[in-house]
Protein backbone atom coordinates (compact mmCIF):
# COMPACT_ATOMS: atom_id res chain seq x y z
CA UNK A 1 0.00 0.00 0.00
CA UNK A 2 1.36 3.53 -1.28
CA UNK A 3 2.21 5.29 2.04
CA UNK A 4 0.33 8.60 0.18
CA UNK A 5 -2.98 6.64 0.85
CA UNK A 6 -2.19 6.06 4.25
CA UNK A 7 -1.12 9.56 4.70
CA UNK A 8 -4.85 10.79 3.01
CA UNK A 9 -6.66 8.74 5.55
CA UNK A 10 -5.20 10.97 8.18
CA UNK A 11 -6.17 13.38 5.95
CA UNK A 12 -9.88 12.61 6.33
CA UNK A 13 -12.31 15.05 8.96
CA UNK A 14 -12.32 12.57 12.50
CA UNK A 15 -9.97 9.76 11.12
CA UNK A 16 -7.25 9.69 13.72
CA UNK A 17 -4.10 6.92 13.66
CA UNK A 18 -6.00 4.39 15.87
CA UNK A 19 -8.93 4.56 13.61
CA UNK A 20 -6.73 4.69 10.37
CA UNK A 21 -5.29 1.58 11.64
CA UNK A 22 -8.22 -0.39 11.93
CA UNK A 23 -9.83 0.75 8.08
CA UNK A 24 -6.68 -0.33 6.53
CA UNK A 25 -6.59 -3.87 8.83
CA UNK A 26 -10.04 -4.60 8.05
CA UNK A 27 -9.89 -3.98 4.08
CA UNK A 28 -8.41 -7.35 1.65
CA UNK A 29 -7.26 -5.35 -0.57
CA UNK A 30 -4.63 -2.71 -1.53
CA UNK A 31 -5.20 0.76 -1.60
CA UNK A 32 -3.99 2.49 -5.07
CA UNK A 33 -6.12 5.17 -6.02
CA UNK A 34 -9.06 7.57 -4.46
CA UNK A 35 -11.52 4.92 -5.96
CA UNK A 36 -9.92 1.97 -3.89
CA UNK A 37 -9.64 4.60 -0.75
CA UNK A 38 -13.26 4.98 -0.86
CA UNK A 39 -14.47 1.55 -1.41
CA UNK A 40 -12.22 0.79 1.88
CA UNK A 41 -13.74 3.56 3.76
CA UNK A 42 -17.55 2.22 2.59
CA UNK A 43 -16.23 -1.40 3.53
CA UNK A 44 -14.72 -0.54 6.93
CA UNK A 45 -18.14 1.40 7.56
CA UNK A 46 -20.27 -1.97 7.85
CA UNK A 47 -17.58 -3.18 9.97
CA UNK A 48 -16.62 -0.27 12.70
CA UNK A 49 -17.66 2.18 14.07
CA UNK A 50 -17.13 6.47 13.96
CA UNK A 51 -16.65 6.60 10.69
CA UNK A 52 -18.61 8.89 8.63
CA UNK A 53 -19.59 9.19 4.95
CA UNK A 54 -17.48 10.95 2.80
CA UNK A 55 -17.82 12.48 -0.59
CA UNK A 56 -15.65 12.20 -3.67
CA UNK A 57 -14.98 15.65 -3.33
CA UNK A 58 -13.38 15.14 0.37
CA UNK A 59 -11.83 12.07 -0.10
CA UNK A 60 -10.42 13.27 -3.63
CA UNK A 61 -9.49 16.50 -1.63
CA UNK A 62 -7.62 14.46 0.65
CA UNK A 63 -5.98 12.81 -1.60
CA UNK A 64 -4.38 15.54 -3.47
CA UNK A 65 -3.10 16.95 0.36
CA UNK A 66 -1.09 13.54 1.11
CA UNK A 67 0.11 13.96 -2.67
CA UNK A 68 1.48 17.18 -1.57
CA UNK A 69 2.86 15.83 1.28
CA UNK A 70 4.54 13.38 -0.10
CA UNK A 71 6.41 15.51 -2.57
CA UNK A 72 7.32 18.63 -0.12
CA UNK A 73 8.67 15.61 2.16
CA UNK A 74 10.73 14.20 -1.03
CA UNK A 75 11.85 17.92 -1.14
CA UNK A 76 13.04 18.25 2.19
CA UNK A 77 14.43 15.08 2.54
CA UNK A 78 12.51 13.35 5.05
CA UNK A 79 11.74 9.85 5.24
CA UNK A 80 7.83 9.00 5.23
CA UNK A 81 7.42 5.77 6.97
CA UNK A 82 4.47 3.59 8.03
CA UNK A 83 3.54 1.58 9.97
CA UNK A 84 3.79 -1.36 7.92
CA UNK A 85 7.67 -0.41 6.81
CA UNK A 86 10.62 -2.60 8.31
CA UNK A 87 12.00 0.71 9.25
CA UNK A 88 9.09 1.61 11.44
CA UNK A 89 10.74 1.72 15.14
CA UNK A 90 8.91 -1.35 16.72
CA UNK A 91 8.55 0.20 20.18
CA UNK A 92 6.03 2.08 19.02
CA UNK A 93 3.93 -1.06 18.58
CA UNK A 94 3.68 -0.60 22.39
CA UNK A 95 1.11 2.17 22.50
CA UNK A 96 -2.73 1.55 21.79
CA UNK A 97 -2.44 4.70 19.56
CA UNK A 98 0.62 4.16 17.74
CA UNK A 99 1.34 6.69 14.70
CA UNK A 100 0.25 4.84 11.11
CA UNK A 101 3.27 7.52 9.24
CA UNK A 102 6.37 8.98 11.16
CA UNK A 103 7.94 11.75 9.29
CA UNK A 104 12.12 11.38 9.99
CA UNK A 105 14.99 13.31 9.00
CA UNK A 106 18.64 12.06 9.23
CA UNK A 107 20.30 9.11 9.54
CA UNK A 108 18.12 5.52 9.63
CA UNK A 109 20.57 3.47 11.44
CA UNK A 110 20.84 5.54 14.23
CA UNK A 111 17.00 5.64 14.73
CA UNK A 112 17.59 1.52 14.62
CA UNK A 113 20.12 2.19 17.57
CA UNK A 114 19.49 -0.55 20.91
CA UNK A 115 20.70 1.57 23.85
CA UNK A 116 18.04 4.48 23.43
CA UNK A 117 17.69 7.17 26.30
CA UNK A 118 15.14 9.37 27.01
CA UNK A 119 16.79 12.43 28.95
CA UNK A 120 13.87 15.18 29.56
CA UNK A 121 13.08 17.86 31.62
CA UNK A 122 11.80 21.66 32.36
CA UNK A 123 12.27 24.61 29.77
CA UNK A 124 13.50 26.57 32.71
CA UNK A 125 15.54 24.84 34.91
CA UNK A 126 17.90 25.66 37.75
CA UNK A 127 21.61 25.72 36.92
CA UNK A 128 22.24 22.80 39.64
CA UNK A 129 19.46 20.90 37.67
CA UNK A 130 21.43 21.68 33.96
CA UNK A 131 24.99 20.98 35.30
CA UNK A 132 23.89 17.86 36.94
CA UNK A 133 22.09 16.69 34.04
CA UNK A 134 24.70 17.38 31.52
CA UNK A 135 27.00 15.06 33.55
CA UNK A 136 24.50 12.66 34.00
CA UNK A 137 24.18 12.87 30.26
CA UNK A 138 27.91 12.41 29.68
CA UNK A 139 27.87 9.47 31.71
CA UNK A 140 25.33 7.42 29.65
CA UNK A 141 26.75 8.73 26.53
CA UNK A 142 30.25 7.48 27.27
CA UNK A 143 28.08 3.45 28.51
CA UNK A 144 26.59 3.62 24.27
CA UNK A 145 23.32 5.35 24.71
CA UNK A 146 21.61 7.21 21.96
CA UNK A 147 19.85 10.11 23.67
CA UNK A 148 16.66 11.15 22.94
CA UNK A 149 14.57 14.20 23.83
CA UNK A 150 12.15 16.90 22.61
CA UNK A 151 14.03 19.58 21.21
CA UNK A 152 12.85 22.05 23.69
CA UNK A 153 14.50 24.49 25.47
CA UNK A 154 16.23 23.77 28.76
CA UNK A 155 17.01 19.96 29.63
CA UNK A 156 16.06 18.83 26.25
CA UNK A 157 18.73 21.27 24.76
CA UNK A 158 21.28 20.87 27.30
CA UNK A 159 20.62 16.60 26.62
CA UNK A 160 21.03 17.15 23.28
CA UNK A 161 24.28 19.48 22.98
CA UNK A 162 25.56 17.39 25.80
CA UNK A 163 25.32 14.64 22.91
CA UNK A 164 26.99 16.30 20.13
CA UNK A 165 29.82 17.95 22.15
CA UNK A 166 31.00 14.62 23.27
CA UNK A 167 30.36 12.82 19.59
CA UNK A 168 27.42 11.26 20.72
CA UNK A 169 24.44 9.77 18.69
CA UNK A 170 20.43 11.99 19.47
CA UNK A 171 17.25 11.92 18.19
CA UNK A 172 15.09 14.35 18.69
CA UNK A 173 11.20 13.65 18.62
CA UNK A 174 9.39 17.57 17.47
CA UNK A 175 5.79 18.57 18.09
CA UNK A 176 5.62 19.84 15.01
CA UNK A 177 6.20 19.00 11.01
CA UNK A 178 10.32 19.03 10.65
CA UNK A 179 9.85 22.20 8.83
CA UNK A 180 8.64 23.96 11.55
CA UNK A 181 11.29 23.77 14.35
CA UNK A 182 10.28 24.78 17.70
CA UNK A 183 11.09 26.52 19.43
CA UNK A 184 12.49 28.56 16.52
CA UNK A 185 15.77 29.20 18.36
CA UNK A 186 16.71 25.20 18.17
CA UNK A 187 17.10 25.32 14.24
CA UNK A 188 20.55 25.38 14.16
CA UNK A 189 20.54 22.63 17.06
CA UNK A 190 18.20 20.38 14.86
CA UNK A 191 20.94 21.10 12.07
CA UNK A 192 23.74 20.01 14.12
CA UNK A 193 22.03 16.94 14.92
CA UNK A 194 21.35 15.96 11.31
CA UNK A 195 25.36 17.12 10.69
CA UNK A 196 26.13 14.22 13.22
CA UNK A 197 24.13 11.52 11.79
CA UNK A 198 21.63 12.15 14.59
CA UNK A 199 17.24 12.08 13.77
CA UNK A 200 14.55 14.49 13.80
CA UNK A 201 11.20 12.23 14.37
CA UNK A 202 7.93 13.87 14.13
CA UNK A 203 4.15 12.10 13.58
CA UNK A 204 3.46 15.43 11.93
CA UNK A 205 3.49 15.84 8.13
CA UNK A 206 5.74 19.02 6.77
CA UNK A 207 3.94 22.37 7.24
CA UNK A 208 2.05 21.33 10.78
CA UNK A 209 3.02 24.24 13.24
CA UNK A 210 2.65 22.89 17.14
CA UNK A 211 -0.52 22.91 19.09
CA UNK A 212 -0.56 22.41 22.39
CA UNK A 213 -1.94 18.65 22.67
CA UNK A 214 0.70 17.70 20.36
CA UNK A 215 3.15 18.12 23.38
CA UNK A 216 1.55 15.30 25.07
CA UNK A 217 1.77 13.11 22.27
CA UNK A 218 5.01 13.95 21.36
CA UNK A 219 5.83 12.91 25.09
CA UNK A 220 4.52 9.73 24.58
CA UNK A 221 6.55 9.01 21.66
CA UNK A 222 9.98 9.54 23.40
CA UNK A 223 9.23 7.08 26.12
CA UNK A 224 7.93 4.31 23.67
CA UNK A 225 11.07 4.86 21.49
CA UNK A 226 13.73 4.61 24.65
CA UNK A 227 14.73 1.35 26.63
CA UNK A 228 14.34 3.94 29.92
CA UNK A 229 13.84 7.70 31.45
CA UNK A 230 15.64 10.07 33.02
CA UNK A 231 13.91 12.97 34.59
CA UNK A 232 16.41 16.05 34.90
CA UNK A 233 13.84 18.19 36.59
CA UNK A 234 10.63 18.84 36.69
CA UNK A 235 7.26 20.49 38.83
CA UNK A 236 4.67 18.97 39.63
CA UNK A 237 2.21 19.71 37.01
CA UNK A 238 5.58 20.06 34.31
CA UNK A 239 4.99 18.14 31.32
CA UNK A 240 7.64 15.87 31.79
CA UNK A 241 5.41 14.16 34.42
CA UNK A 242 3.15 12.83 31.25
CA UNK A 243 6.08 11.55 29.87
CA UNK A 244 6.78 9.77 33.17
CA UNK A 245 3.59 8.38 33.38
CA UNK A 246 3.77 7.15 29.97
CA UNK A 247 7.34 5.00 30.66
CA UNK A 248 5.66 4.00 34.39
CA UNK A 249 2.68 2.07 32.04
CA UNK A 250 5.12 0.82 29.53
CA UNK A 251 7.39 -0.42 32.85
CA UNK A 252 10.59 1.25 32.03
CA UNK A 253 13.40 2.24 34.32
CA UNK A 254 12.73 5.80 35.52
CA UNK A 255 15.67 7.76 36.54
CA UNK A 256 15.37 10.69 38.95
CA UNK A 257 18.27 13.05 39.54
CA UNK A 258 18.41 13.03 43.22
CA UNK A 259 18.46 17.09 44.58
CA UNK A 260 20.03 17.48 47.71
CA UNK A 261 17.92 20.23 50.28
CA UNK A 262 19.78 23.43 49.32
CA UNK A 263 19.27 23.13 45.69
CA UNK A 264 15.21 22.20 45.81
CA UNK A 265 12.65 24.69 44.69
CA UNK A 266 9.55 24.01 42.97
CA UNK A 267 11.21 23.13 39.85
CA UNK A 268 12.30 19.94 41.32
CA UNK A 269 8.98 19.30 42.84
CA UNK A 270 8.12 16.94 40.61
CA UNK A 271 11.32 15.19 41.14
CA UNK A 272 11.01 15.04 45.00
CA UNK A 273 7.08 13.52 44.72
CA UNK A 274 8.50 10.75 42.45
CA UNK A 275 11.26 9.70 44.64
CA UNK A 276 9.30 10.08 47.76
CA UNK A 277 6.54 7.68 46.58
CA UNK A 278 9.17 5.39 45.29
CA UNK A 279 8.51 5.38 41.98
CA UNK A 280 12.18 6.30 40.11
CA UNK A 281 14.69 5.34 40.65
CA UNK A 282 17.45 8.04 42.84
CA UNK A 283 20.43 9.16 40.46
CA UNK A 284 23.00 10.84 43.07
CA UNK A 285 26.28 9.11 42.43
CA UNK A 286 28.43 7.82 39.63
CA UNK A 287 27.59 4.18 41.03
CA UNK A 288 24.18 4.84 40.99
CA UNK A 289 23.40 5.63 37.57
CA UNK A 290 25.68 2.57 36.44
CA UNK A 291 23.02 0.91 38.17
CA UNK A 292 20.13 2.28 36.09
CA UNK A 293 22.25 2.52 33.30
CA UNK A 294 22.63 -1.71 33.81
CA UNK A 295 19.25 -2.15 34.71
CA UNK A 296 17.83 -0.19 31.53
CA UNK A 297 19.79 -1.83 28.35
CA UNK A 298 20.31 -5.46 30.20
CA UNK A 299 17.04 -5.90 31.23
CA UNK A 300 14.94 -8.44 29.14
CA UNK A 301 12.67 -7.06 26.37
CA UNK A 302 9.36 -5.37 27.76
CA UNK A 303 6.25 -7.70 27.01
CA UNK A 304 4.02 -4.99 24.62
CA UNK A 305 1.86 -3.01 26.60
CA UNK A 306 -1.47 -0.99 25.28
CA UNK A 307 -0.66 2.10 26.66
CA UNK A 308 -3.35 4.70 25.78
CA UNK A 309 -2.53 8.63 25.06
CA UNK A 310 -5.78 11.44 25.08
CA UNK A 311 -6.08 11.87 20.95
CA UNK A 312 -7.27 8.99 18.91
Known amino acids: MKNTYIIALLQLPKIGPVLANKIIKSIPFQIRSSEDLNSALIAAQSRLKRIPEFSKEVIDEAVRNAEDISLKAKHL ?156 ESEIEGGTMHTFKFAKALQQPIGVLHHPLEYRTIKSAGNTAILEANQGIKLDSSNAINDFISMTFDQPMRTLTAVESEQD
Open 77 to 232: DIHVISIYDENYPKQFLEILNPPVVIYVQGNLNTLKQKRLLAVIGAREPSKFGLEAGYNITKHCLKQGAVIVSGLAQGCDTMAHTCALENNGKTIAVLPCGLDKIFPKQNRTLAQQILEQDGVLLSEYPPGTAVQKNYFIQRNRLQSALSDGVIII
